[in-house]
């Protein structure tokens, strides 16, 4: 669904035909200042600890450092993991870049946006800065709103799919596990 060197995606939904364009990742996402994050903030409620780690959610805390600019685009600088993020969350510091729109983007679907980058990352390389590699790298846009949001949902479906999945392979792993436990002497 993302354009092709021509400027047109080979697959697309019906009715729309704008031109796609490139842009670097830089023009379009900026990183969030430390301002816009409250420190050694205590909530009434457990929140998820997000960090660059390839598990989603490292665990579950009350107090911590809370992102409130939503929603945001995570990227693990050591590790190249892309996490979108829409409600509140405390973020382990190190080497985490917080992203959002830029200002000339500001009315583009940010969810988009992150799965344009998903499928243009850069690949990990060793522990070091990948960053200045992704601020560099061209991602294809639409600049049809309608165009836009109907592929972020389109791709949030499917990792909904995935998620149920993947909870449903897990119980069946645990399933089989107490069999095994309970049906050998």
Avoid: C
């Avoid at 816009?36 to 911590?64: A, C, H, M, R, V």
């Amino acid at each position: 669904m993302f354009a092709n060197e021509k400027g047109y995606p080979q697959i697309r939904f019906k009715g729309f035909n704008d031109e796609w364009v490139l842009k670097q990742v830089q023009e379009v996402l900026t990183t969030i200042k430390s301002l816009k994050i409250k420190k050694n903030f205590e909530s009434n409620t457990k929140l998820p600890l997000i960090s660059q780690k390839k598990d989603f959610i490292d665990s579950y805390i009350k107090k911590g450092n809370l992102v409130e600019q939503l929603p945001i685009i995570l990227f693990g600088d050591h590790t190249t993991i892309l996490k979108y993020l829409d409600k509140y969350f405390f973020v382990a510091d190190d080497g985490i870049k917080l992203l959002e729109l830029s200002n000339s983007f500001k009315n583009f679907n940010l969810k988009f946006i992150y799965y344009s980058v998903l499928l243009n990352n850069v690949s990990q390389s060793g522990y070091k800065r990948h960053f200045l590699m992704l601020k560099n790298v061209f991602i294809s846009l639409t600049n049809n709103i309608n165009e836009q949001t109907k592929i972020a949902h389109f791709f949030t479906i499917i990792d909904r799919k995935i998620e149920l999945i993947k909870e449903q392979l897990s119980l069946l792993t645990k399933q089989k596990q107490y069999y095994l436990n309970n049906m050998f002497i």
